[in-house]
């Protein structure tokens, strides 16, 4: 059920990212002070979520780019600069759709690791 919970969040926040930034571009996205406080806010959500999850959880979804939501959280929190913004952009564009797509792709193969069960 662990399991369940933590890729519903995932899913949920990937989701709350794409919707916030549906066609912006990169320069739109960084000066928009609110979708992209709101957006980080949701891919932190992410990367905390996904580094929390247990071994045999990550064994049996090994397509999600781990290491690359690992050190986007990383420069994500370096601090603001063009490294935090290049971090930003590239999770929005990039780890989100993919993230998302592997998610529907093992929830279909692999049900049983998105059912809430007692």
């Not at 929390?52 to 979804?61: D, K």
């Amino acid at each position: 059920m662990l399991a369940a919970a933590q890729l519903a969040i995932v899913e949920e926040a990937c989701t709350a990212v794409l919707v916030l930034t549906e066609g912006f571009g990169d320069e739109e996205f960084l000066r928009s002070r609110l979708t992209r406080a709101e957006a980080a806010r949701q891919l932190a959500t992410i990367a905390s979520t996904l580094a929390h999850m247990p071994p045999g959880l990550r064994r049996r979804l090994p397509e999600l780019d781990w290491e690359g939501w690992r050190a986007c959280m990383h420069h994500m929190g370096a601090g603001g600069g063009p490294a935090q913004d290049e971090a930003l952009w590239f999770a929005v564009r990039s780890l989100v759709p993919a993230t998302l797509t592997w998610l529907r792709v093992h929830r279909r193969g692999q049900p049983e690791l998105f059912a809430f069960q007692l």
